[in-house]
């Protein structure tokens, strides 16, 4: 018995010894190489757009135009549209050379360069604002307004209680615009904005933006972009919207479920949203008339880039011509007739009007005809 447990101590000590694991000598190891991730770009989900067109390369007016094909590729990278659709429709764009023209020499005239900045304001010309005022307060603007406001009354009201803009300043934008819809442009709006985007070099880059907001909105809006017209700039509908004033401010204000700026409802609605959104004050004022108590010459900024508190524009001697709620700081506006000068303070809401249009002249004709056609209604 003691010699059987021996060896069955022995047995078991040499299976353990043969199962025994056995650790390899130790080996420097590479490092591992992590993958590298490629950031894919976002792409911003677009419906099918509407018109059959596709090619494999542009032709046309704007066939090798590298910053085209730049622009392309953008465009499908960022929403997904076929650059085969893009090719095919930009090959139907026309270039208008009347518009680069008629840009290069208004440029010109105005002293710009290709590259260049505006450069600084002047004092406007004599004569300047009779001339300018004479273009929009003639009896066709005033009795087409009338017309206008007598036909759209209802729409015009909704759009007022809803956005607190009145209702005159609506029909004002549109008949300084497009004389209510009587002229709303020619040109197609892929052949204005194609042109400007790549063949005019002072303001590619804001062209171009607009080019890709213009695809994109007539992606949603489910319109062939080969169809719209407009003026030669690109601007749209009675309202004259850009396309990224489209994109952010155009309503469906008929609830036909689409934003069409060339039916008067939908414009009414989207003038006015546009206005709210920019800070119209309802049951502000616009315009204040300012007379000068001084024989000093006026040592201070006229237009639109300084703006003042009343007690400053009095101290250099300009004051309100009427009761005024001037606690606001306002602009001082120069207005120049052939035989005199006439002086107004701009307040908030006349501010407001100037961004559809940066210029005095443009806001105080729009101011005008909204009062004289309040009048005549």
């Not at 596709?54 to 590729?73: H, M, N, S, W």
């Not at 429709?89 to 020499?105: E, G």
Request: with cysteine; net charge positive; proline share 7%.
């Amino acid at each position: 018995m003691r010699i059987n447990v021996v060896l069955l101590m022995l047995l078991l000590t040499g299976c353990a010894s043969q199962n025994q694991q056995v650790e390899p000598p130790k080996t420097a190891k590479a490092p591992v190489k992590q993958p590298v991730l490629i950031k894919k770009p976002v792409i911003q989900a677009l419906p099918m757009p509407t018109g059959r067109y596709y090619a494999q390369q542009v032709t046309g007016d704007y066939a090798r135009y590298p910053e085209l094909a730049k622009f392309i590729d953008s465009i499908h990278q960022k929403y997904g549209i076929s650059p085969e659709y893009l090719k095919g429709l930009f090959s139907q764009a026309k270039r208008k050379n009347w518009t680069l023209d008629y840009l290069r020499k208004s440029d010109a005239e105005a002293g710009l360069t290709p590259g260049g900045t505006s450069p600084l304001p002047v004092k406007p010309s004599k004569g300047s604002w009779t001339r300018y005022r004479s273009k929009f307060l003639g009896e066709r603007h005033i009795n087409g307004g009338v017309a206008f406001a007598r036909k759209y009354h209802n729409t015009l009201q909704k759009a007022t209680q809803t956005y607190g803009v009145p209702s005159e300043y609506i029909i004002g934008i549109l008949g300084v615009e497009t004389s209510y819809g009587g002229f709303v442009g020619n040109h197609r709006i892929i052949d204005a904005l194609t042109t400007l985007a790549f063949d005019y070099p002072r303001r590619a880059d804001y062209f171009r933006g607009e080019l890709e907001n213009f695809l994109v909105m007539t992606a949603r809006e489910r319109m062939d972009p080969a169809k719209p017209v407009g003026s030669f700039a690109g601007a749209m509908g009675l309202g004259q919207f850009m396309p990224s004033s489209f994109l952010n401010w155009a309503v469906d204000f008929n609830g036909d479920g689409k934003r069409d700026l060339w039916n008067p409802e939908d414009a009414i609605g989207s003038v006015a949203n546009y206005f709210a959104q920019h800070g119209w004050q309802p049951g502000k004022p616009v315009v204040t008339r300012a007379k000068i108590k001084t024989n000093q010459p006026l040592n201070i900024e006229f237009g639109l880039k300084a703006r003042y508190l009343l007690p400053e524009l009095n101290r250099a001697g300009i004051y309100p011509a009427e009761p005024c709620a001037c606690n606001d700081p306002l602009n001082l506006l120069l207005l120049r007739h052939e035989t005199h000068d006439e002086y107004r303070l701009g307040h908030p809401n006349f501010y407001v009007i100037t961004r559809y249009n940066q210029s005095t002249h443009y806001a105080m004709a729009i101011h005008e005809l909204a009062q004289t056609i309040k009048r005549a209604i």
